[in-house]
C-alpha cells in the first residue's frame, strides 16, 4: 500500500489510530515548550517530559507492534492498516516528531546564556575548564568504561536499554587486511549527564560523552580510530504474564523473570548521531534486524531527559514556578483535622488533587496504624511514592497487631521492582500481601479502615481515580471520596473479597467494577441519554477521562450523537473517537487539557432527565480497562459533592489558556478565548474556587 492509498484509509476510517493518537497528544506537550509566555525552565521540563513520554512509547507501543511483526501475527490497526503499513505511517509520524522535538531544543537554546547556564562541549571550554574535565575524566570516569569489541574473535555484546553507548570503528597496523573493528563503549549511567563547572556567576554544564570523546585516544592505544559515534537505542518493554492461579511466590518469580527480559528485547529504535559509521550501521542493522525507519539521527544531546539536571539545579530554584498551596477542600473545614474519625462519622469528603492536599488521606491511614480501636486495614496500591508514608504508616498499623492487607500490583508498569520489594517488607512485617490477581492488573485505588466503635464497626472507606503516592499527587489532578455510608462499606467489602478471596457479588449498588460488566452499565447509562433523547427529552453527557478506545462504547457514543445527544468529552490523551463527522458524530465534543498539571481525574456525568448520575474512579473508556484490569467507578450519590463534582467538570469545559479542540481529522487546535471572554486557567482557578459554593451551571 503506497503512502496516498495509507492516508487516505486513515481519514476514511471512522476511528482514530490509538497510537498516531498518541503521538498528537506528545506533540500538545511539546506545544508548551513554544510558549513564550512561561519560562525557559518550565520549557525546557516540558521538553523533557516529551522525551520520556516518547521512550515508553517506543518500548511499550511500537515493542507491541513489532510482537505481531516479528511472529507473524495479524494486526488491523484502527485506522484500518495491517502491521506493515501501519509501521510505516508511524515511524514517519515518530520522525517528524522528532524532529520538530529538537528543533524546539535549538530555540531554547538561544536563551541558555541569558539564563545563567550553557551546555557545552570540550572545545567551547577554556583551558583551565579543559584541564578539569581531563583530570574528572582521568579520576573518575575512566575507571568505569569498559571498551567491548566485536570481531571474528568476541562475540556481539549485549547493549542496555537506553543508555548512550559508543560505537569505535578502528583498525590497527597489524592487521594484514586492515579489517575494520567495532568497540562498544557504554557511557556509565550511575554519573551525572553533565559535569558542572562554575564559570563565575553562570553553570556550564559539559555532557559526560564529549569529555570521553575528547579521550577516547586513551582506550585505543597505537590504533587508528576510524569513527566515532554515540547512539542509544531501545527495546521492546512489552511483556504479558503467562496465566495461573497461584498467585504466589511463583508468580513474583515470573514478573522477576519477565523484567529480565526487558533488558534483551528486541530493538526498536535507534537514536543516532548524524552521519554514523556506514560500515557499524550495517553491523547493526543486521544484527537488530532494524532498517532506516527505526534509526532517528540528531545533531547532539542524544536523551532529552538530561534536562533535569539542569531544570532541578538548585542556583536556579528561584526560577521554576512554584504551586499555591493547596486550599481547604469545601466539605472538609480545617478544624475537622484533628479528629477525623468523629467527622466522617457524619459527614462524606470529596477531594480535589493537587488543589486538594493529599493529606487527610495519609493523615487517616497513619491515626488508624496507631488508634487502638482500628482493627484492619485493606488497601490496593498501584504506584507508590519515595520513602513512602503509605508503607510506613502499614508497617506500623501490622506491628500494633492490627490486620493488613495490601494488594500490591506487581505489574504496574515500571514500578513492577519497586512494588515488589515494598511488598516483601510488609510481608516480613506481618501483613497480609497480595501481589495480583490471575491475568488481571488490579488498578482500583482503594482504601478501608475498620474501626471498632462501641457495640458495632464502622467502615472508614476511601475511593479515587489516583496513586496513593505523595509525590505525585501535587503534580497530578484527581479526585476521591472519603465516606462511611454503609453501602459503601458493604460493596468495598464485597470487593475486596473478590480481590483477596473467591467470590462473585451479583451487583453492587454504588460500585461499578470491571471487568464484571463496567462496559455494559456505562453503555447502558449511553442509551439512557439515547432513548430520552428519542423521546424529546433533555439529554447531555459529559465525561473527563484520560483515553478513549473502546470501539464499542465509541459506537455507543455515535448512536446517541445521532440521536441528539450532546455529548462533551475531556480526554487529556489517546481518543479514537472522530468527533464531528456528518452523519456520525456532529454532537460530540472532544476537547485536551495539556498544562501545568497532568490530568489524571476519571469523571462521569449523565443528565438521566434531570437526576444526574455522577461517577468518578479509576477507570478510562480502554479495552484493557474493561477486560484486563481490576477497576472500579463510584456513585456520587451526596448531593452537596455531586455539586462539587459537576463544578469540577463545568471549569474543566471553561478552560481556554490549556485545552486543545479536537478536529474531525484527528488534530488539535489551541483553544482561544472568544470575544469578551475572560482568559481561563483551570489549573489556576481551582485555587481560587470553593466548589461548594461555586454557582450552579448547567453543563450545556
Not at 653 to 667: C, F, H, K, V, W
Request: contains cysteine; aromatic residues 10%.
Amino acid at each position: 500500500m503506497n503512502a496516498i492509498k495509507a492516508s487516505e484509509q486513515v481519514r476514511r476510517s471512522n476511528y482514530i489510530s490509538r497510537d498516531l493518537s498518541w503521538l498528537r497528544f506528545n506533540y500538545r506537550v511539546l506545544d508548551l515548550v513554544r510558549n513564550p509566555d512561561t519560562s525557559l525552565f518550565q520549557r525546557l521540563k516540558f521538553l523533557a517530559i516529551t522525551a520520556s513520554n516518547l521512550d515508553e512509547f517506543f518500548m511499550i507501543r511500537v515493542g507491541s507492534l513489532y510482537n505481531y511483526i516479528d511472529y507473524g501475527k495479524e494486526r488491523i490497526d484502527y485506522s484500518g492498516l495491517r502491521e506493515i503499513p501501519f509501521r510505516k505511517k508511524l515511524m514517519d509520524f515518530a520522525h517528524r516528531f522528532v524532529a520538530d522535538q529538537y528543533q524546539a531544543f535549538e530555540d531554547l537554546k538561544k536563551e541558555f546564556d541569558g539564563n545563567g547556564f550553557n551546555i557545552c562541549r570540550m572545545k567551547d571550554l577554556t583551558e583551565g575548564e579543559q584541564q578539569k574535565a581531563n583530570s574528572y575524566f582521568k579520576n573518575t570516569i575512566y575507571p568505569l568504561l569498559t571498551p567491548m569489541v566485536y570481531d571474528s574473535y568476541h562475540g556481539f555484546p549485549l547493549m542496555m536499554n537506553q543508555l548512550l553507548i559508543f560505537g569505535v570503528v578502528t583498525k590497527t597496523s597489524e592487521d594484514v587486511k586492515q579489517q575494520s573493528r567495532i568497540t562498544f563503549v557504554q557511557v556509565p549511567s550511575n554519573l551525572t549527564r553533565f559535569l558542572e563547572i562554575q564559570r563565575k556567576n553562570k553553570v556550564v554544564f559539559v555532557p559526560l560523552e564529549e569529555i570521553i570523546r575528547s579521550n577516547m585516544d586513551k582506550l585505543f592505544r597505537n590504533v587508528e580510530i576510524e569513527s566515532v559515534n554515540l547512539f542509544r537505542i531501545t527495546r521492546n518493554g512489552d511483556f504479558t504474564l503467562e496465566e495461573s492461579d497461584d498467585m504466589d511466590q511463583d508468580f513474583v518469580q515470573e514478573v522477576k523473570l519477565k523484567l529480565k527480559t526487558r533488558k534483551k528485547g528486541r530493538v526498536v529504535r535507534v537514536e543516532i548521531e548524524r552521519a554514523p559509521s556506514n560500515y557499524m550501521m550495517k553491523v547493526l542493522k543486521e544484527r537488530w534486524t532494524i532498517d532506516n525507519a527505526n534509526l532517528f539521527q540528531m545533531e547532539h544531546l542524544l536523551d532529552l531527559r538530561a534536562l533535569w539536571q539542569i531544570i532541578r539545579h538548585p542556583q536556579f530554584s528561584s526560577k521554576i514556578k512554584k504551586s499555591p498551596a493547596p486550599v481547604t477542600p469545601a466539605s472538609l473545614p480545617e478544624s475537622a483535622s484533628e479528629n477525623l474519625f468523629e467527622y466522617l462519622k457524619e459527614h462524606d469528603v470529596l477531594l480535589h488533587h493537587p488543589y486538594n492536599s493529599i493529606d487527610p488521606v495519609v493523615n487517616l491511614l497513619e491515626k488508624a496504624a496507631e488508634d487502638p480501636y482500628v482493627l484492619g486495614i485493606k488497601q490496593t496500591i498501584y504506584r507508590l511514592a519515595d520513602n513512602s508514608r503509605v508503607t510506613a504508616a502499614l508497617l506500623k498499623a501490622a506491628e500494633n497487631g492490627k490486620h493488613v492487607s495490601a494488594l500490591f500490583e506487581v505489574k504496574a508498569r515500571f514500578d513492577e521492582e519497586r512494588n515488589i520489594k515494598e511488598g516483601e517488607r510488609l510481608e516480613k512485617a506481618g501483613c497480609f500481601v497480595i501481589y495480583g490477581i490471575s491475568k488481571y492488573k488490579t488498578h482500583t485505588k482503594m482504601l478501608m479502615i475498620i474501626r471498632k466503635e462501641g457495640e458495632k464497626v464502622t467502615r472508614y472507606v476511601h475511593l479515587g481515580s489516583g496513586n496513593y503516592n505523595e509525590q505525585t499527587s501535587r503534580q497530578y489532578t484527581d479526585i476521591s471520596l472519603l465516606t462511611t455510608d454503609d453501602v459503601y462499606g458493604h460493596d468495598v467489602s464485597e470487593f475486596f473479597n473478590v480481590i483477596t478471596g473467591h467470590s462473585y457479588p451479583e451487583n453492587y449498588e454504588y460500585l461499578i467494577t470491571a471487568p464484571k460488566d463496567m462496559r455494559q452499565q456505562l453503555i447502558e447509562l449511553i442509551r439512557t441519554e439515547t432513548k430520552n433523547a428519542e423521546n424529546g427529552l433533555p439529554a447531555g453527557i459529559v465525561i473527563k477521562i484520560n483515553s478513549l478506545e473502546d470501539k464499542e462504547v465509541i459506537d455507543e457514543f455515535y448512536q446517541a450523537s445521532q440521536a441528539g445527544v450532546k455529548i462533551k468529552l475531556i480526554v487529556r490523551g489517546i481518543c479514537c473517537l472522530r468527533p464531528g463527522r456528518e452523519g456520525l458524530s456532529e454532537n460530540v465534543q472532544v476537547s485536551s487539557i495539556v498544562g501545568e498539571y497532568l490530568e489524571h481525574a476519571r469523571l462521569f456525568y449523565f443528565h438521566n432527565n434531570g437526576n444526574p448520575t455522577v461517577l468518578g474512579g479509576s477507570a478510562d473508556f480502554m479495552v484493557r480497562s474493561f477486560e484486563r484490569r481490576i477497576e472500579a467507578l463510584f456513585h456520587i450519590v451526596n448531593e452537596d459533592l455531586k455539586k462539587q463534582a459537576i463544578n469540577i467538570l463545568r471549569y474543566n469545559l471553561m478552560d481556554n489558556q490549556n485545552a486543545y479542540i479536537m478536529r474531525e481529522d484527528g488534530t488539535y487546535l489551541k483553544r482561544q478565548p472568544e470575544e469578551n471572554e475572560k482568559p481561563f486557567n483551570v489549573h489556576q482557578e481551582f485555587y481560587k474556587v470553593d466548589l461548594g459554593k461555586a454557582e450552579d451551571a448547567s453543563l450545556f
